[in-house]
């Protein structure tokens, strides 16, 4: 399978927990984004990297976030200190670099905090 | 990135076409539409995207109108399994998407 691989698919946890989610691109994509989705909503931007450098960060992203990519292939997103309002489905995407490239998601880690 | 704008729902019946509109007034010179879709639970699948000119794929053609400023994602031949959550993005340099709320487009037989 050559898609985008995210892990665990889903995940609960109990409030104040800490949590890591993986996602592995599609080998040779540059560029890296993490969304998240609550249930009847679209996906919102939460960040994105290109290679191992985080170029932007929503304002959803709150200090309790945070994401890697140290070698510029997989990529982490950890939440500290989880809230109920965390619970959500958390996607990656993948694309190469450039305009005219489409980005594949992953299937998502769907979270949820109990 | 360009706001865009769609209808919430529409309904089709299988075996037709199924024609989804967008508006893109304030799209700029750089920004490609894109189209993705979303059946439940399941991450967004890419389905097409353009500039300027039409594009047609395996899964469906866009017609982007001359000015821009609008888009028509078509479905030549509806079947079930299209039923889904439509959603048309510009995007730019960046490659960010910005997901508004899409149509939910319901197939019926």
């Known amino acids: 399978d050559t898609g985008v691989s995210q892990n665990p698919r889903h995940k609960i946890t109990k409030r104040g927990q800490n949590v890591t989610f993986r996602c592995d691109p599609i080998?040779?994509?540059?560029?890296l984004y993490w969304y998240r989705q609550t249930l009847g909503q679209g996906p919102e931007f939460l960040t994105y990297?290109?290679?191992?450098?985080?170029?932007?960060k929503s304002r959803l992203l709150s200090d309790r976030f945070s994401a890697e990519r140290p070698k510029g292939s997989f990529s982490t997103l950890e939440i500290q200190r989880t809230e109920q309002g965390d619970s959500a489905m958390y996607l990656c995407a993948s694309r190469l670099l450039g305009p005219n490239t489409e980005a594949f998601f992953g299937q998502g880690t769907r979270l949820t905090v109990v | 990135d360009a706001k865009t704008t769609q209808p919430p729902s529409m309904d089709c019946a299988e075996g037709r076409a199924a024609n989804l509109p967008c508006n893109h007034s304030t799209i700029s010179g750089n920004e490609y539409v894109y189209w993705y879709r979303q059946i439940h639970s399941q991450g967004p699948q890419y389905i097409i995207h353009?500039?300027?000119n039409n594009e047609t794929n395996e899964m469906a053609s866009l017609i982007i109108t001359e000015d821009r400023k609008s888009s028509t994602l078509i479905l030549p031949h509806a079947t079930l399994r299209d039923t889904a959550v439509y959603y048309c993005i510009a995007s730019g340099n960046t490659g960010k998407l910005i997901f508004g709320q899409g149509t939910t487009l319901q197939v019926k037989p």
């Open positions: 080998s040779e994509h540059n560029r």
């Open positions: 353009g500039l300027k």
């Open positions: 990297f290109q290679n191992e450098a985080q170029l932007e």
